[in-house]
């Protein structure tokens, strides 16, 4: 090897895929692109700093030129090896992790009728909702029935979850928190095994004010399936620093640092400050969650648009403030095409866009043939080999 990096900034813009996987139709996602229908649906995108580096190569995006000489980045996509198109398993197999049985989904049935009686049974409260909605939408429609009787929303989404709302005036963070535990307990068993439960306090007083406490927020999510890239990280001391919801997806195992977030603008925030003023060696792992939460489930192409927008200029930023001997890593962990029928991930190739100052021969590569490369690459980075039950193949243009 002839090249390390000191710092590798991985960024996961939540849901940016870029066009259908080969077996999209066993998900019913045919047709499926988010990048590229996302631009369609605007006229065009504003992107320069991500079309510098090559994501214009990865497929017909409306308003990005295919830039075929970025010799500081390369560009490529990935396939997803695993079996899902949800956030866990995305985010696991970058870290060499395949799942063959995917994560267990409510998402178009609600959860059984045996697990809210015996969730009622235990909690001593009735539950409501009991279906895919937002977080807000749902505080909407059901939070003063709660507030008034004493009920208990539970809900889901698109991914493994199951989520409890709970008014903190009137409920109690903790008693909230001892119910997500609850939770957590039966949702162990097979038939109701979920990857996360999420505790959702709020406070207001009517459905006109009702707002999420963002930073009371709780996730009790299973660990990793298996060894990961991070785990080798930390146990050979070399920093995983987690920004986002990373540490919620990993369940803090195989992480030092912790980094909660409030958006994407804060994620970049935070991100930015760790480049500037932190001096240290290995990971930054990065979620961006809100292309994913806010536009995709939402199927707000406009928002969509904007939001990558958004996240080009900070890229730009990012950029400017590297130093010789940084990398970063941007990609996605999945699809949600803003424009396709129902408000589900899609089963979609993720980009794989990757910049160092000190990259002199960067260019469109083949595309790869899982997520888990990435890790791959980032454990050869500091001299670690993966464990023998994980996935993945180096990039080793990146060390020609």
Request: hydrophobic residues 35%.
């Amino acid at each position: 090897m002839s090249k390390k990096f000191k710092r590798i900034f991985l960024i996961v813009a939540d849901s940016a895929g870029v066009g259908e996987e080969p077996d999209a139709d066993k998900f019913g996602d045919v047709g499926s692109n988010t990048w590229a229908h996302t631009a369609e649906a605007v006229g065009g995108l504003n992107v320069p700093n991500m079309e510098a580096m090559g994501i214009g190569e990865l497929d017909d995006i409306k308003g990005v030129k295919p830039v075929h000489n970025h010799p500081h980045a390369f560009s490529m996509r990935c396939r997803e090896a695993s079996n899902g198109k949800d956030t866990m398993t995305g985010h696991w197999e970058m870290m060499g992790i395949k799942t063959s049985k995917p994560f267990q989904t409510f998402t178009d049935t609600g959860f059984p009728d045996s697990l809210i009686k015996e969730l009622e049974k235990r909690t001593g409260r009735k539950v409501i909702g009991n279906c895919s909605a937002s977080g807000t939408e749902i505080l909407k429609r059901l939070g003063e029935d709660e507030i008034k009787n004493g009920h208990l929303i539970v809900y889901t989404s698109s991914d493994s979850v199951l989520q409890i709302c709970g008014h903190e005036p009137t409920m109690g963070l903790e008693n909230l928190y001892r119910y997500c535990e609850i939770a957590r307990e039966l949702c162990m068993k097979p038939e109701w095994f979920v990857g996360r439960i999420i505790a959702r306090p709020y406070v207001g007083t009517c459905a006109e004010d009702f707002k999420r406490v963002v930073g009371h927020r709780r996730d009790y999510t299973v660990s990793p399936s298996g060894v990961t890239a991070m785990d080798i990280l930390k146990d050979n001391g070399v920093m995983v620093s987690a920004v986002g919801k990373i540490s919620d997806i990993f369940n803090d195992v195989g992480i030092v640092k912790t980094v909660h977030t409030v958006s994407n603008e804060d994620g970049m925030d935070k991100t930015i400050d760790q480049l500037k003023n932190e001096d240290w060696e290995g990971l930054c792992f990065v979620n961006l969650v809100e292309f994913d939460s806010e536009y995709g489930h939402r199927r707000n192409p406009e928002g969509y648009a904007k939001c990558l927008e958004a996240f080009d200029k900070r890229v730009g930023e990012f950029i400017a403030n590297m130093r010789e001997d940084d990398l970063l890593m941007i990609t996605a962990d999945h699809g949600n095409d803003p424009t396709f029928h129902g408000t589900d991930h899609t089963r979609e190739k993720v980009p794989l866009l990757i910049y160092s100052p000190s990259i002199k021969n960067g260019r469109y590569l083949e595309e790869r043939e899982c997520f888990a490369d990435m890790g791959d690459t980032i454990l050869t980075n500091f001299g670690l080999k993966k464990d023998p039950s994980m996935i993945g193949k180096t990039i080793t243009e990146l060390f020609e």
